[in-house]
DNA sequence: GCCAACGTTGGC
DNA sequence: GCCAACGTTGGC
């Protein structure tokens, strides 16, 4: 069971909108990177767990926990010329973007913060915390992960 | 809103 | 296939 962080946007989707979905669960749409999209399409599997982390925002920071309930499939919002993630290129027979859904399982008490994990000596080689990390889907090792429930659960 | 850092695009 | 220009990301 590996595990990754997903980076959003809490004032567009955040951990609590997560939470509030017909069973707590949603797919993972717009993310139009080629490495971020390698990983959706190939790497992740089911079962994995996915860190939840609110970028630009007031609490930059991890917020919680999810679970991959479906492994990757085409992203829809490509083929869609209304949606702003709509991409002309794309070939529904060979489509570019691809997504997982993702079912909520926990909210931290308090929102992990970016600071505090930049302050954590283990966590160095984590994407994250590394000067001018944009990937929005990334890695993270099982004793990143544990040390960050750790932290984040208090 | 600023701006540094990065990915993508496109002319050559 | 180089690389400058451009657009985007994301912390602050």
Known sequence: MAYWLFKTEPDTFGIDDLKQRPNQTEHWDG??????????????KEGDWVFIYHSS??????AGLAQVVRE???????????SKYHDEKSDP??????M???KFSERF???????????MPE?????LVK?????????VTEEEAELLLLRARG
Request: aromatic fraction near 10%.
């Open 131 to 139: 000067k001018g990390h944009r990937l929005s889907i990334m890695p």
């Open 123 to 127: 966590i160095r080689e984590l994407g």
């Open 93 to 98: 027979d060979n489509p570019r973007w691809y």
């Open 109 to 119: 008490n308090k929102v992990l913060p970016l600071k505090a994990i930049k302050e």
């Open 31 to 44: 993310v139009r990177n080629y490495q971020a999209r390698n990983f959706l399409r190939d790497d992740i």
């Open 72 to 82: 990757g499939y085409p992203d829809h919002t490509q083929f869609d010329s209304q």
């Open 57 to 62: 925002c007031k609490l930059v920071g991890i």
């Open 100 to 102: 997982v859904d993702v």
